[in-house]
């Protein structure tokens, strides 16, 4: 006679008499049910261990479960992990070597996942472990025009927190030299609701009130003489209107000159930074190749890079002889106060349109970003920097490059 004997069934032996049930193995005395095993939960694969929890067996990994370390059931504290099978303190592990310990990092497999990293938009991924997907830090609303406050300013060009460590206005001509505006006549902001411009004379244009408005030529002179010239002097050449070349060296001492001065964390994740200048002077068209052309300046100070990083096609600073000035018709140049015409039916300036700085950066560093305009020789004759639209990538380069699309020219090589 068979037996098959399972915990979960209950076998009953016939008392006495004749069974009738054809099931009994043998049909006679005594007999056990013959039974089919119910089919159980598959066996666990690889190195999980089957363990008991709520629900049924549940397949874990004893190294690193926390419900269950070294052995089922044996659950590590709220400030621990399991590593190896041992429960450990948090605070004691950097598994992927970030800087930023398992107690806070929500990836410790993942170097460019942590608290200091920025969220980059569009990958699905918490990167900065705030417990929101691709959220976008936003900081440049409500910010009076006429602000005195630095960071006001940087925050207008999304330069948000926590990267921002500090921002000045070291020197300004003038506190009507800048501004935190919605718009510069038809150019609009690129992101948010607010863009910065800096000026040699007044920062405004044709329908602003705080500061009001001024005309850009003959501008405005804020008296405000010499300031040194901020960086390392150096020479340019260019061609002027007869077709005659000349060279010039930067002068020791500048005029009208305005700085914003902004330090910045770099996020973990980040190894470069790009932001949308644009910039306006009075000097074209007839001031061009002549000692008074102003300049604006943007100064990175890092690990990878030290000096001005707003350089045309060409190499040189961006002013009224850069190949990158184009716009220079009324309809492009409308609302600024560069589209009016002067005495002999000549535009008061031209622009380079929108361009996009890009520079590297090292994660962790601070840098600092120095945006400056200055007059030179005299301090009439208006030019405006504008800047807006700062941003992190994780996109790495070597060298600082700008481009205009505006100029089809081509552009330096931000690469390696």
Not at 60 to 78: M, N, Q, W
Request: hydrophobic share 35%.
């Amino acid at each position: 006679m068979r037996r098959l004997v399972l915990p979960s069934i209950l076998l009953l032996a016939r008392c006495g008499g004749a069974d009738p049930n054809p099931l009994n193995g043998d049909g006679g005395e005594g007999g056990l049910v013959d039974v089919v095993p119910e089919a159980g939960p598959p066996p666990c694969s690889g190195a999980l261990s089957a363990c008991p929890g709520e629900g049924g067996v549940a397949c874990v990994d004893l190294s690193t479960d926390v419900a269950h370390c070294g052995s089922c059931a044996v659950a590590c504290g709220s400030a621990e992990v399991c590593t190896g099978g041992t429960c450990i303190g948090c605070g004691q592990i950097d598994a992927d070597g970030d800087g930023y310990d398992a107690c806070v990092d929500c990836n410790d497999k993942d170097p460019n996942v942590n608290p200091g990293a920025f969220d980059v938009a569009g990958n699905g991924i918490d990167d900065d472990c705030n417990k929101t997907v691709d959220d976008v830090l936003a900081c440049d609303a409500n910010i009076p025009s006429d602000t005195t406050n630095a960071t006001d300013l940087a925050h207008a060009m999304e330069m948000c927190d926590p990267w921002v460590t500090a921002a000045s206005l070291p020197t300004v001509a003038d506190d009507r030299a800048h501004q935190a505006a919605s718009d510069w006549g038809v150019f609009t902001a690129r992101a948010g609701v607010n863009l910065v411009a800096l000026s040699t004379g007044v920062a405004a244009d044709e329908n602003d009130t705080k500061p009001a408005y001024v005309a850009p030529q003959p501008g405005t002179n804020f008296n405000k003489t010499g300031t040194a010239y901020p960086i390392a002097p150096s020479q340019h050449s260019c061609v002027d209107s007869n077709s005659q070349p000349h060279t010039f060296q930067d002068p020791s001492t500048v005029n009208d000159y305005t700085e914003l001065s902004v330090s910045l964390k770099v996020p973990t994740n980040a190894y470069s930074f790009s932001i949308d200048l644009n910039y306006l002077t009075t000097d074209a068209p007839e001031w061009l190749c002549t000692q008074y052309v102003d300049q604006a300046l943007v100064i990175l100070q890092s690990k990878a890079v030290t000096g001005n990083v707003l350089l045309d096609s060409k190499g040189g600073k961006v002013t009224a002889d850069s190949p990158y000035l184009v716009l220079n018709d009324a309809q492009s140049l409308q609302g600024t106060g560069m589209e009016l015409l002067d005495g002999n039916n000549r535009l008061y300036g031209g622009a380079t349109g929108w361009m996009t700085l890009t520079a590297p950066v090292t994660p962790g560093e601070t840098i600092t970003l120095r945006f400056v305009v200055f007059d030179v020789t005299d301090g009439i004759y208006d030019s405006q920097l504008l800047g807006d639209h700062f941003r992190w990538s994780t996109a790495k380069g070597c060298n600082p490059a700008t481009t205009d699309p505006q100029y089809d020219g081509g552009a330096p090589d931000g690469g390696c």
